[in-house]
């Protein structure tokens, strides 16, 4: 596993060297979030169309009724390709924020080389006033990541 998240995160690298030649860098931190936002929504899109073929294909083996051409296997396969090529493009463009906005970040998330050690951004306390009203939110008094 680990060889192939390093392999990915070579490919990453490689895909911001792209994005670099062809753009330029984001012009604020809100040009950035909504490319990111695009990014994710397009990964996202494509992990969904994958579970609509799983469920396709559960249906059929639920029912005994053949998948002879696989279609709804080889359709999820096309649309996993497709969600991890959009996810490798997502991390590029993270990363291409990060370079482009160093001071916002925790630290830069630059490939290492051992890629396994690095660092995690602290975990943030949420402060509540003294004054605010109780909440029947159980989350609201738990820590949270920001990643």
């Not at 670099?20 to 994710?40: G, L, N, Q, W």
């Not at 996202?44 to 998948?67: G, H, P, Q």
């Not at 159980?138 to 920001?146: K, N, S, T, V």
Request: hydrophobic share 40%; proline share 7%; net charge negative.
């Amino acid at each position: 596993m680990k060889e192939l998240v390093t392999s990915i995160a070579r490919q990453a690298e490689a895909e911001l060297e792209k994005a670099d030649a062809i753009y330029p860098e984001f012009s604020s931190p809100h040009e950035a979030y909504a490319v990111i936002k695009e990014r994710i929504e397009k990964t996202r899109n494509e992990l969904d169309t994958a579970k609509v073929f799983l469920w396709e294909y559960w249906n059929d083996i639920k029912n005994n009724t053949s998948d002879k051409d696989h279609v709804w296997l080889t359709s999820l396969y096309n649309h996993a390709f497709c969600c991890a090529a959009e996810a490798l493009v997502l991390a590029a463009i993270a990363q291409k924020a990060v370079d482009g906005y160093p001071e916002l970040c925790f630290f830069n998330v630059k490939l290492k080389d051992d890629i396994a050690q690095t660092p995690q951004p602290p975990k943030i306390e949420v402060q509540k006033p003294d004054d605010m009203p109780p909440n029947d939110n159980p989350f609201l008094d738990e820590p949270y990541e920001i990643f």
